[in-house]
């Protein structure tokens, strides 16, 4: 970054980017036209407090660099553990998905690039899928979430039978973002970014960045009371998504899973209790769709 900078002691302005996990910031270089992100590993601002910030900041550069070539992605320019574990990449002046669905703006063509992307993400970093670890990461999330006993207790009982389900094929394992939440797809030029991959895994499922995605805009529609009004909308999505039937019906089949996971991330956040509560009834009635 600074060898494209003409005058090194030029004004930098400072943006916060709010909400984010972590403390973020873009930085404006006056007069040089150039901005960049940086994320502060270890300034975290989200639920999620104890972790190796170190790691994480490795983790999400080494992976940028890896992934750049096979999606969108912000540059990775730099990365430092003395400034609170800080990883520096290049600004993208774009909307995010977020912004998309709140506004209910060109909606569906929005969510076929993300399917696009997506794509491309999970079939050019085919691996093996480590099942074990993947419901590991989901009951640890699990304990951290704010539900009574009698709740959590039918919740595991459920996610226990589907640990155990052939529908989950080990052979099928890929890259995903395991945060596929609308704030970290960005729109600039018609094209989609993914951004924070802090959480990526290589032997993920890819029903778990499709079932969080459709989550989230069911979550947008239950909260205008319109919850049917999704439908169309992930059918697109998954039809985007899959290759023919074959693979379309595949994911269909396990998707219930990572819907119910994703529902309950929202209800996590989610500050009116009768919505958190309808997610979370939600987020249990799925787990009953075990593929037999």
């Known amino acids: 970054m600074g060898r494209r900078i003409r005058d090194e002691k030029c004004v930098i302005r400072e943006f916060r980017i709010r909400p984010a996990s972590h403390r973020v910031c873009r930085y404006e270089f006056e007069g040089e036209g150039l901005s960049a992100m940086a994320k502060f590993l270890a300034q975290p601002r989200g639920k999620i407090k104890k972790y190796d910030a170190r790691k994480a900041m490795l983790k999400e550069y080494y992976k940028l ?12 320019i730099d990365f430092s553990s003395r400034f609170n574990c800080v990883l520096v990449t290049e600004y993208i002046p774009g909307k995010p998905f977020s912004w998309h669905l709140k506004n209910e703006k060109n909606l569906d063509e929005k969510i076929e690039v993300i399917a696009s992307l997506l794509s491309r993400l999970h079939r050019s970093t085919r691996s093996y899928y480590e099942k074990e670890e993947d419901f590991k990461e989901i009951r640890s999330n ?15 009982q459920k996610l226990e039978e589907w640990q155990k389900s052939p529908f989950l094929d080990k052979n099928r394992g890929c890259t995903i973002h395991r945060d596929a939440t609308p704030a970290n797809y960005l ?3 018609d094209k989609a970014y993914a951004i924070d991959f802090e959480l990526s895994t290589e032997h993920g499922n890819a029903a778990n960045d499709l079932g969080i ?5 069911f979550h947008h529609f239950a909260r205008k009371g319109m919850a049917s009004t999704y439908v169309p909308h992930i059918k697109r999505f998954l039809r985007s998504y899959s290759r023919d039937e074959k693979e379309y019906h595949r994911i269909k089949r396990v ?3 990572y819907v119910s996971y994703g529902l309950l991330r929202v209800a996590w956040r989610e500050k009116k209790t009768m919505h958190r509560e309808y997610l979370i009834n939600r987020a249990i009635e799925l787990l009953d769709r075990l593929p037999i």
């Open 65 to 76: 660099k890896r992934l750049k070539n096979i999606i969108d992605v912000p540059e990775p």
């Open 142 to 156: 699990l304990k951290a979430m704010p539900l009574c006993s009698s709740t959590r207790k039918i919740y595991e």
């Open 187 to 189: 729109f600039y030029r």
């Open 213 to 217: 995605l459709c989550a989230e805009i």
């Open 255 to 257: 998707l219930p899973l």
